[in-house]
């Protein structure tokens, strides 16, 4: 009996993945660009870390994988430095064996951020679903940036980032930030970060 039930919960959750697996590809193409004011303003917290520990799994039939970011800092000032940040987002990290030849298809979608051992981000977070409490970043991929070589950078190399925004209180060193393309200096990013959350 447990082993039918299990059956059927694997097999209404496969239908769920594939029908995601068809519609959000084409909704992630058609993304919102989100410029740094608006990943700032929408995001509940603002994670400067290492991504230490990355799982997959299922929480009541929902396909998750489960992310820790050794915090070093946050700057919107909610969670300790040192502390651990752990979220669940929608998908597992690969296609997985349910027994009887059967295969889960829900991996994370196209266009939600991907995540590995050892990266140093900056992620901008958005508030847990009220539902099923999975979270990602804010404006998905757009808010997950890379830090390597001191310069940070998000998986559209940062395309849009800077566009239409109030540029009055900004230093020369900020404004010349804002008219370059790809990477750009980690300190200087968060810096302007940090001064968006204060001017909140």
Do not use: C
């Amino acid at each position: 009996m447990r082993a039918k039930l299990l059956l059927k919960r694997a097999s209404v959750a496969l239908t769920v993945a594939v029908g995601l697996s068809t519609t959000l590809p084409a909704s992630a193409m058609k993304l919102k660009t989100l410029n740094l004011q608006e990943l700032t303003s929408a995001s509940q917290n603002i994670i400067a870390g290492e991504v230490v520990k990355v799982t997959d799994g299922f929480d009541n039939m929902r396909p998750y994988t489960e992310i820790t970011i050794a915090v070093g800092s946050d700057a919107k000032g909610k969670l300790k430095d040192s502390s651990n940040y752990t979220f669940r987002q929608f998908g597992l990290l690969k296609p997985r064996s349910m027994g009887n030849g059967k295969v889960y298809l829900g991996v994370t979608p196209e266009g939600f951020a991907k995540w590995n051992v050892g990266e140093n981000v900056i992620a901008f977070m958005y508030k847990p679903a009220s539902i099923t409490g999975f979270q990602t970043t804010t404006g998905m991929a757009q808010g997950k940036f890379i830090i390597s070589d001191g310069k940070v950078i998000n998986e559209f190399s940062n395309s849009g980032l800077f566009e239409n925004m109030d540029t009055s209180n900004l230093s020369d060193e900020e404004r010349n930030m804002l008219t370059h393309s790809g990477p750009v200096d980690a300190s200087l990013f968060m810096g302007l970060v940090g001064k968006m959350v204060g001017a909140k």
